[in-house]
């Protein structure tokens, strides 16, 4: 690699499509001037009023120790971007290796101009940061002066000015929707019924799953009569009816069992573990199908076909009716997503179920994606631009699914009893709010994009949220 002795030249010049690679452009730049480079580049050099070519042939000419040459499908084809890359091969008869080309998109290698064909291109297509490393090594072999200050304030010159319509903080409350689900009433009692024998770690079977129920030392427990309990298991153990406990003094820690008393700690815990299973039975019951985590927890997402052309009618805050679509296809790249919910309760404070929500994806015939690590690249592909409201439309097109339409979600736990949840998301009340409170507008289509290096691109379709009239 060849070392720089022309102490008069300290700036990386950047030449690109202008506008169309501006973003990484700011964003190089501000990394080489954390590093402590000089950037020159037309974003922030060129001012208005300026003979532009004449103030960039000279900043090639007289003070840039190296050029950037930003290959795109954009920029390869701009007769200005071209004539920046020629200038810069001239000047490698006075600083040899002076232009540097990086690639950022798929622009074929084949179709590089000739005068830089004969280089190696620096990758950053495969990632970012990864094409920095290279380049950042690139400019240390070849001593590439830095200037004295490198303060990251230097870097924020480059990221773009503010307009007027930028949000800001305002003085305004509003009203933030949270995935909370309010835990409206348990069943009064928690029935018991009692092991006869030493058999203990009763098998779970597809018979005895249809009610909630765990074991809790020599007894059988749920919220369902105890008859249902007796007869539930009558093929996994043999029970005799105990006795009923009021579940609120069960949860505070006021009963005894056996001979000690139920910490409240671990009460909710058994009780949480009842609430997940009726959960978990409702949602088989809606249609839904499990997804299993790699903690054994399960998920639950919604099949193509469950609904009328897959979407689900709801009602936003405001009142609005919409339609919303829970899973999609893409016929080309033969692969579905789906939307999908994992739950957990909490019963200590405000009693609520918390959901998280996620996206699955299964093949044209229906079946799980069998890798997981394709999952999780589909996955973080998929929804890497996906905002607040796109999350708070699917949630509450799930959660209308999920009640039937009511205003509460009813889980069944035995005979007509059942966990009451609301099938509204909390609110929480902030004291300030955004100045911008411009609706977003949801993409037709949403492209996987390249992440490291591997290529899950594909256009998966997601119908907008349509209005009812």
């Known amino acids: 690699m060849t070392t720089i002795d022309h102490p008069t030249k300290t700036s990386i010049f950047l030449s690109h499509a202008t506008p169309e690679d501006n973003d990484f452009t700011r964003w190089l730049a501000a990394k080489l001037t954390i590093s402590g480079y000089q950037v020159w580049s037309d974003l922030n050099n060129l001012k208005g009023g300026d003979y532009f070519w004449d103030k960039i042939e000279k900043a090639i000419r007289n003070d840039c120790i190296r050029m950037i040459a930003v290959v795109s499908e954009s920029s390869h084809n701009k007769s200005g971007v071209r004539n920046e890359w020629d200038l810069g091969i001239t000047i490698e008869k006075q600083i040899p290796d002076f232009v540097i080309p990086i690639r950022i998109d798929k622009f ?11 280089k190696n291109v620096i990758d950053f297509n495969r990632g970012w940061h990864t094409g920095l490393i290279q380049l950042l090594d690139t400019f240390q072999s070849a001593n590439i002066p830095k200037i004295d200050n490198n303060s ?24 933030l929707e949270s995935n909370w689900l309010p835990i409206v009433s348990l069943p009064p009692a928690i029935e018991t019924t009692k092991i006869l024998g030493n058999e203990r770690k009763i098998s779970v079977t597809k018979v005895n799953q249809e009610l909630p129920w765990i074991e809790f030392g020599d007894q059988i427990i749920g919220f369902a009569p105890r008859t249902e309990l007796i007869d539930l298991l009558k093929e996994s153990v043999m029970l005799n009816p105990s006795n009923a406990v009021d579940t609120e003094s069960f ?25 997940r299973q009726a959960w978990d039975l409702k949602m088989e ?53 789906h939307f999908a919910v994992s739950m957990r309760s909490v019963l200590d404070g405000k009693r609520r179920i918390e959901l998280r929500t996620h996206i699955i994806f299964t093949d044209t015939n229906g079946q799980l994606i069998s890798s997981t690590a394709r999952m999780h690249q589909l996955r973080r592909s998929f929804c890497k631009s996906w905002w607040n409201d796109r999350w708070r439309g699917f949630l509450r097109a799930f959660l209308s699914l999920a009640s039937q339409g009511a205003d509460e979600i009813l889980l069944a736990v035995g005979g007509s009893r059942s966990i009451k949840i609301g099938a509204f998301p909390i609110t929480f009340q902030s004291p300030k ?33 349509g209005e009812v009239e």
């Open 285 to 337: 019951k809606l249609g839904l199908k499990p997804y299993q985590l790699s903690n054994r927890q399960l998920i639950w997402y919604v099949p193509s076909g469950l609904t009328i052309k897959d979407k689900v009618e709801f009602v936003e805050a405001n009142g609005t009716r919409r339609k919303k679509q829970l899973t999609g296809s893409s016929t080309k790249y033969k692969v579905n997503w």
């Open 108 to 118: 074929d290698f084949g179709q590089l101009p000739i005068t830089l064909h004969r």
């Open 152 to 175: 990251p304030a230097y870097a924020r010159a480059w990221l773009p000015s503010f307009s007027k319509e930028s949000i800001e903080w305002v003085n305004r409350s509003e009203i």
């Open 251 to 275: 949860l505070n820690g006021s009963i005894r069992w056996g001979t000690n008393n139920v910490e409240p700690f671990d009460a909710r815990n058994r009780v949480a573990t009842l609430i």
């Open 433 to 465: 709010g955004l100045s911008d409170l411009q609706e977003l507008v949801e993409d037709d289509e949403i492209q996987l994009e390249v992440e490291n290096g591997e290529d899950f691109d594909a256009e998966l379709l997601i119908d907008d949220e």
